[in-house]
């Protein structure tokens, strides 16, 4: 999977499961404060990633420096790039 | 009918439903606590075959010293007068090892432990003396369990942990005492390699001191909280489940009753199995990431269970509880694939309500690990209705676990079988969707539910939200009514029960 296909999917699941207008959504869209995000959602979306790539993420301490869009995408690369140096 | 008068509604009547109602009613709530089944408390009343009485859900209880947190928290429910007796101080849990002459028999109390360990694993007493100071130090950081802390943000905090295999594997090397150190794990149902160990530390570090149980059973503890509820103008309703969550832009608004009663509801509190919740909630109250999770959350262990009864008092469970490892470790109990022949096996016999009672109405239960895929042909089947051929493989299951049982506790052998249960029985009994016995795992690997909810007026409770077991249950009732009500005005009135 490509960069870009990887945020592409990351994009359609978290519309789909949080019920957001997928063309407003950007790297700079604030997971807070633009899509309505909270701490208990959090959680959640922690899930759906992990059910859209089949990565295990879990309590992943980096998470909490999660603020933006732009910030999911990167965390997920994080996640990819380990995994392939590992396989 | 405005807000103010509206009552607030607790879904579930089992252990932190009723805490949970009484709570709410002493802070000035008008509560209604609506109970699917005939009567309150279905988990733990128990219940009796052939003048044998039998308990289900409630064995023993650790955390009732004087000042510990469960007499505490019962203290403040008013529940003072449940009969709550010792078990042998000496021996509270006796752990027999097939290839092992010996049973390993703990005492009451860390030191006493970690001395009579350190005896019979000398190689190991420093890790011995490390991990009981762990629990205990991981226990009482809790400003749940220890009242002198602060209740703390009942959150699942996004750090790195440890499972207690982990630690355990990599403290000693002697497959007897990690066995020993991880048994517990049996007690809420989860594997120890996917147990955080602060978890572990949580509920095993209850059972070091105030390891008690109730004389007569659960139905003795389910009694005092009716009437406590009664007393309280709590008003209860049984026999009919919740079917529906009225919902509407503001929040929730009532609940509809398998009855077609229609129960109005200024809040909620949902204690049943978190998978059931956004069944009853209407399209788009949740998000669908919310409900998937929900839905997708693991259960905790499910069993085989023989319901027996003996006219004589047997030594090995006498005021204790036994263990039988078939094998060393257990981690094999927790997988999809295991198989009866390896065990572990669970054995507690119920303490009689008084000296009179005669022996053989003390019902003695042998619980044995399972799966509720082995029983996937009859899942559409119910409690009473199940066809000729589950009857027959349940059979097999329950003589299969009684010869393996006796090959290795051969003074149980006047024991007579009055009945069995299967997952698919569990899964019915105590609305557990997979039959597991603690509700969903505390685990690694997944997150568990919270308190609060992204509905303002929606709270949940029970023991897949904070911890597992009676004292996980009650504790999980305080943390969602401390939410409703306000942490800290609620610590302060717990803090005069002390
Ligand atoms: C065999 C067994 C042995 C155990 N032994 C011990 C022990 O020795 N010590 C210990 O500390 N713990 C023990 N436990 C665990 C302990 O019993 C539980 O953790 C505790 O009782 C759970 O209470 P709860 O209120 O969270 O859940 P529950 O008791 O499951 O309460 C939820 C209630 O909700 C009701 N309900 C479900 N759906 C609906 C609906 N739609 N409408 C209305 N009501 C609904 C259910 O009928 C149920 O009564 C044991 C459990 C089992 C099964």
New binding site residues.
Partial sequence: MTDQEIVQKAYTALAQEFELDISQMNPETRLREDLGLDSLDYVDMVVVLEQAFGVKIGKDPELTSVRTLGDVHEFILNKKRALEKIQ | MTSADKPFVV???????MAAALVLAKFGFSVVL????KQL????RGFSRQGTNFD??????GGLQPDGPLTRYFSFLGLSDVPFTNLCQNCFDRIRFADRAEDIQLPVGRDAIIDYLSGIFPDDRHFISSYYHQIQNLFDSSGFLNFKGNFRDATNAACKQESLACVVDKGTQNPILRTVLSIHSL?YGVSPEETPFIQHARVAGSYLEGVKTVAGGGKILASSFENQLAKSDVTCSCGS???AISYDHAGVNGVVLEDERFVPAAGLLF???PS?LPK?LPDGAIKPAFSRRLLSLEDTIS?H?LFCSCDSEIPSVQGNNLFVCLKTGIYHAFRPDCRLDDGPFYV?RRVPDNLVTPMNQSGLII?APGNIREYGEWADSKTGQRPEAYRIFKRRRMERLLEIFLRHCPEFKKIRVLDGGTPLT?RDY???PLGG???TKHSLNQFSPLPATKIPNLWM????IIA??????VI?AFVACGFIVGMEKLQAELRKCI
């Fill in positions: 879904i579930g009547g089992g252990i932190s439903g609506i109970e699917k089944r408390a279905p988990t733990i289900t859900g409630l064995h023993y209880v007690l489940a919740v079917t204690t049943a199995h059931i009853l069993s269970t507690s619980f569990n105590l609305g557990a016995l603690y509700g409770a029970g023991q897949s597992p077991g009676i004292l996980g249950a999980s």
